[in-house]
């Protein structure tokens, strides 16, 4: 059995646990919310896609 998750919503599901546990308050979210927003826009989204693909695969063939 596959399960496949996005790395958005795997993302997101990280950042409302730390939110709701009181690890990261919410300004805090909003500042990494916002920063990741801005770093897509910039040349280094092509680079961070090609690292989060590759080690997307190298899990996927771990396991």
């Given at each position: 059995?596959?399960i496949?998750?996005t790395a958005?919503?795997l993302?997101?599901?990280?950042?409302a646990?730390?939110?709701?546990?009181?690890a990261?308050g919410?300004?805090?979210?909003v500042?990494?919310?916002?920063?990741?927003?801005?770093?897509?826009?910039?040349g280094?989204?092509?680079?961070?896609?090609?690292i989060?693909?590759a080690?997307a695969?190298a899990?996927n063939?771990a396991?």
């Amino acid at each position: 059995m596959t399960i496949t998750i996005t790395a958005l919503a795997l993302f997101g599901l990280l950042l409302a646990l730390l939110i709701r546990f009181r690890a990261v308050g919410v300004p805090a979210a909003v500042v990494a919310l916002l920063f990741g927003f801005y770093l897509s826009r910039t040349g280094a989204a092509d680079s961070i896609d090609q690292i989060m693909a590759a080690l997307a695969d190298a899990v996927n063939d771990a396991g």
